[in-house]
């Protein structure tokens, strides 16, 4: 015959139990917080790990001696190299897995390339008005990248993939690139010839081949706009193709004045010259 438990036991029975509850609940929550702390963490890391950073060569150690009028302008341009790579690495970190496998060479790589040769051959420039100009300068220009991060969000993978862009654009024949060329639209920049003075004839052969240069910069970019139809964001075009395209133009528009500038006054305002549109 079973007997009643005591008033008493019930209570303890009760209290036992609830206080049970309550330390299960308080592990679950502090297990889910702390699992909620983890994970962020971690993504954190993720994102961060992602993040590579671009390796540039050093350009002040291969300066000759710098007199003492340009060293202002050659110590700008050199603070400007300086920034236009922390620029890159934001830019890096900011458009983590955004693009295609092609989009840190092209958007970012690409046009650093770019600003740094413009920069450079700057530097050179203000060197050369009083002393002898260093010449090969332009091979410090492009760099590299530092992939901390491994392959994620277009880092080793995507470089390693980019010398393979060129042959799967041309495997689309002649009738593919003239209707990727119709959808992507032609780019479009001032003529730079008819708003040269005259040439001294010591300068001729100079100005002919950066003006010949120009064209060929327009015609790279040109088919660089059909090879690359639909990719990137909204900004793809400015950034990766028409930005540049100015960058080059600026650093040959430069050297073709130079040119002049050297038996003849040198033409000034042909930098106005070097922005491109795109016409569709």
């Given at each position: 015959?079973?007997?009643?438990?005591?008033?008493?036991?019930?209570?303890?029975?009760?209290?036992?139990?609830?206080?049970?509850?309550?330390?299960?609940?308080?592990?679950?929550?502090?297990g889910?917080?702390?699992?909620?702390?983890?994970?962020?963490?971690?993504?954190?890391?993720?994102?961060?790990?992602?993040?590579?950073?671009?390796?540039?060569?050093?350009?002040?150690?291969?300066?000759?001696?710098?007199?003492?009028?340009?060293?202002?302008?050659?110590?700008?341009?050199?603070?400007?190299?300086?920034?236009?790579?922390?620029?890159?690495?934001?830019?890096?970190?900011?458009?983590?897995?955004?693009?295609?496998?092609?989009?840190?060479?092209?958007?970012?790589?690409?046009?650093?390339?770019?600003?740094?040769?413009?920069?450079?051959?700057?530097?050179?420039?203000?060197?050369?008005?009083?002393?002898?100009?260093?010449?090969?300068?332009?091979?410090?220009?492009?760099?590299?990248?530092?992939?901390?991060?491994?392959?994620?969000a277009?880092?080793?993978?995507?470089?390693?993939?980019?010398?393979?862009?060129?042959?799967?654009?041309?495997?689309?024949?002649?009738?593919?690139?003239?209707?990727?060329?119709?959808?992507?639209?032609?780019?479009?920049?001032?003529?730079?010839?008819?708003?040269?003075?005259?040439?001294?004839?010591?300068?001729?052969?100079?100005?002919?081949?950066?003006?010949?240069?120009?064209?060929?910069?327009?015609?790279?970019?040109?088919?660089?706009?059909?090879?690359?139809?639909g990719?990137?964001?909204?900004?793809?075009?400015?950034?990766a193709?028409?930005g540049?395209?100015?960058?080059?133009?600026?650093?040959?528009?430069?050297?073709?004045?130079?040119?002049?500038?050297?038996?003849?006054?040198?033409?000034?305002?042909?930098?106005?010259?070097?922005?491109?549109?795109?016409?569709?």
């Amino acid at each position: 015959m079973s007997r009643a438990l005591p008033k008493y036991n019930k209570r303890r029975v009760v209290m036992i139990g609830g206080a049970s509850a309550v330390v299960l609940s308080a592990a679950v929550i502090a297990g889910s917080a702390l699992a909620g702390e983890t994970h962020g963490t971690a993504q954190n890391a993720t994102t961060k790990a992602a993040a590579n950073t671009v390796n540039c060569p050093a350009v002040a150690p291969s300066l000759p001696a710098i007199p003492a009028s340009a060293k202002a302008e050659v110590d700008r341009n050199l603070a400007l190299l300086d920034t236009q790579i922390a620029e890159a690495n934001k830019r890096l970190v900011d458009t983590v897995g955004q693009g295609g496998p092609n989009f840190v060479q092209n958007a970012i790589l690409g046009p650093l390339k770019d600003k740094r040769v413009a920069t450079v051959n700057r530097i050179a420039t203000a060197i050369g008005r009083t002393a002898a100009k260093p010449q090969g300068l332009d091979a410090l220009a492009p760099c590299t990248l530092n992939t901390a991060g491994g392959a994620a969000a277009g880092g080793t993978g995507a470089a390693s993939t980019a010398p393979s862009a060129p042959a799967t654009a041309q495997a689309g024949g002649a009738g593919s690139g003239t209707g990727a060329a119709t959808a992507a639209g032609t780019i479009t920049c001032p003529d730079v010839a008819s708003q040269l003075p005259a040439v001294p004839a010591s300068a001729k052969a100079e100005v002919d081949r950066n003006l010949t240069l120009l064209n060929t910069q327009i015609a790279e970019a040109n088919k660089r706009l059909a090879d690359t139809v639909g990719q990137g964001g909204p900004n793809f075009v400015q950034n990766a193709i028409l930005g540049p395209l100015k960058d080059k133009r600026v650093s040959t528009i430069d050297r073709i004045a130079i040119s002049i500038g050297r038996t003849a006054a040198k033409p000034t305002g042909l930098d106005t010259l070097a922005a491109c549109t795109l016409t569709k």
